[in-house]
């Protein structure tokens, strides 16, 4: 566990490619470089597939799809009421009422089985990250291993260019909006105790699981940064979705997620300043009305799964759908309004 060297499994999460622009004018970084997302439109319509990024103006991430996988119909609640038509077994829906609390609203018939959760891995990365509120503006380089990395492994991309200088919040930013394996790895790199590259990844991922457990996430098990498993990379929609709503509870992290676009600048290794765009893989915020947020995943292995929260007539409601085909986002909107019904 914690090697850098991934297996070359097919790794997708929607998006794949992230626009990258280097010019010689510099340009002021704006303080922490966050910006307001659009409001997300008030129709339900969801594409099937996860929308791709902007076009590339440099290099090209990997372009692929995940296989379709998991379709039955949900199950009833614990409660006895009527429950949302889905395809997904693999789902679970609660309700975080003022966010410090959660209630649970629905289960799926294989709610609490443990299976690969793709690129929503990256929302516990993104937690262990944000326990060092002190580094989030503070800046990394660029290695080429990052590049090499996503190369081998054909993982989701946000296109880093190798000497660039770019602070955490930036990073997390390229992890969580256009699934950025790249990202992922030189947060891991950089916020795990080691004296190489693979001792860091291992503290990294050791503190992943140690926090799954300190959130009583009893069916979850990290041997990934970034969701491409060595075969013990597994997790539960109930899991997922407490682990989500509990990072909503940070603000960087919510205001990150709910943005459909950024675009930010980073000094270059030749001086320079390279101008990065990122999209977000997540249609429903697009799509859903109230749409907050959180995470895609795709994968061979995993198929899709998505991790959502919406907010509605001052509710909040987070959920997620594990181990499902296409519908994924189709089949969340149905458990929204489930839920804002219920």
């Known amino acids: 566990m914690g090697s850098h060297a991934r297996p070359n499994r097919l790794h997708r999460t929607g998006a794949r490619i992230a626009t990258v622009a280097l010019v010689g004018a510099v340009l002021p970084i704006t303080a922490g470089g966050l910006a307001e997302a659009a409001t997300p439109s008030a129709t339900h319509s969801v594409d099937e597939n996860e929308r ?4 590339a103006a440099g290099t090209v991430g990997a372009v692929g799809q995940g296989q379709e996988q998991g379709r039955g119909q949900g199950a009833p609640d614990a409660t006895g009421q009527d429950a949302p038509v889905i395809k997904a077994d693999h789902a679970f829906l609660l309700d975080a009422r003022d966010g410090s609390q959660e209630r649970e609203m629905w289960a799926g018939a294989k709610a609490d089985e443990s299976v690969a959760m793709a690129s929503t891995t990256k929302i516990m990365t993104a937690f262990i990250v944000l326990k060092y509120p002190e580094r989030l503006d503070q800046q990394f380089t660029v290695k080429q291993e990052y590049r090499d990395y996503v190369a081998k492994a054909g993982s989701s991309t946000a296109d880093l260019q190798t000497g660039d200088k770019l602070t955490a919040r930036q990073l997390l930013h390229a992890m969580l909006l256009p699934s950025g394996a790249d990202a992922a790895m030189a947060l891991a790199d950089n916020f795990g105790s080691g004296d190489t590259t693979d001792a860091r990844i291992a503290d990294f991922e050791s503190q992943m699981n140690a926090e799954a457990q300190q959130l009583g996430l009893t069916g979850t098990h990290f041997d990934s940064f970034d969701g ?5 990379n597994r997790s539960t929609a109930r899991d997922l979705a407490k682990l989500g709503q509990r990072a909503m509870l940070k603000p960087v992290f919510a205001d990150i997620v709910k943005k459909k676009q950024f675009k930010t600048e980073a000094p270059a290794a030749n001086g320079r300043t390279r101008y990065y765009t990122w999209n977000n893989t997540n249609v429903l915020l697009s799509t859903y009305d109230g749409a907050l947020g959180i995470k895609t995943g795709s994968g061979a292995e995993a198929g899709y799964a998505v991790v959502f929260a919406a907010e509605r007539d001052n509710r909040t409601l987070v959920g997620a ?8 986002f189709e089949d969340a909107a149905k458990m929204l309004d489930w839920g804002f019904a219920h």
Not at 228 to 232: A, L, P, R
Request: proline share 0%; net charge negative; aromatic share 0%.
């Open 52 to 55: 791709t990024s902007s076009q």
């Open 228 to 232: 491409i498993s060595h075969g013990d």
């Open 321 to 328: 759908i594990v181990g499902a085909d296409k519908d994924r």
